[in-house]
C-alpha cells in the first residue's frame, strides 16, 4: 500500500521558517515527479513545488512564482523522502500542504497526482 505522509507544518511568524518533509512508503519513487501543492481556505489547490526526474540521478526543480526564492524542494531517495524547505513566510503562505507522487509531470495546469498525502497545516501569522 503506497503512503504520503506530511509533517513539519505549525504556525509561525510572519518571516519565520518551516520545514516540511514527506515520507513515502509502499514502493519506490525515484523515477517519480515528487512535489508540493497547497491549498487556503476558500481557494482551490494550487501547485508550489515539484522535482521531475530527467534520467539517472538528475531532477529539476520548478517553483511556483509566489514561491520562487523563498521555498526549497529537495529529495533525498535513500529515505524515499522529499522536503520542503520553507523561508521568508508571509501569511498569504498560510493554507493546507499537500505532498504528491506522480509517473508523469506535476508542473502541467490540471495535472492529477497518481499518490496524495493527508496534508499538514502550515498557519503564518503577521
Known amino acids: 500500500q503506497v503512503q504520503l505522509v506530511e509533517s513539519g507544518g505549525g504556525l509561525v511568524q510572519a518571516g519565520g521558517s518551516l520545514r516540511l518533509s514527506c515520507a513515502a512508503s509502499?514502493?519506490?519513487?525515484?523515477?517519480?515527479?515528487m512535489g508540493w501543492f497547497r491549498q487556503a481556505p476558500g481557494k482551490e489547490r494550487e501547485f508550489v513545488a515539484a522535482?521531475?526526474?530527467?534520467?539517472?540521478?538528475?531532477?529539476?526543480?520548478d517553483y511556483a512564482d509566489s514561491v520562487k526564492g523563498r521555498f526549497t524542494i529537495s529529495r533525498d531517495n535513500s529515505k524515499n523522502t522529499v522536503y520542503l524547505q520553507m523561508n521568508s513566510l508571509k501569511p498569504e503562505d498560510t493554507a493546507v500542504y499537500y505532498c504528491?507522487?506522480?509517473?508523469?509531470?506535476?508542473?502541467?495546469?490540471?495535472?492529477?497526482?497518481?499518490?496524495w498525502g493527508q496534508g499538514t497545516q502550515v498557519t503564518v501569522s503577521s
Open positions: 504528491a507522487a506522480n509517473t508523469g509531470s506535476l508542473v502541467l495546469p490540471g495535472t492529477k497526482a497518481e499518490y
Open positions: 509502499g514502493r519506490t519513487f525515484i523515477n517519480y515527479a
Open positions: 522535482l521531475t526526474w530527467g534520467g539517472g540521478s538528475v531532477y529539476y526543480a
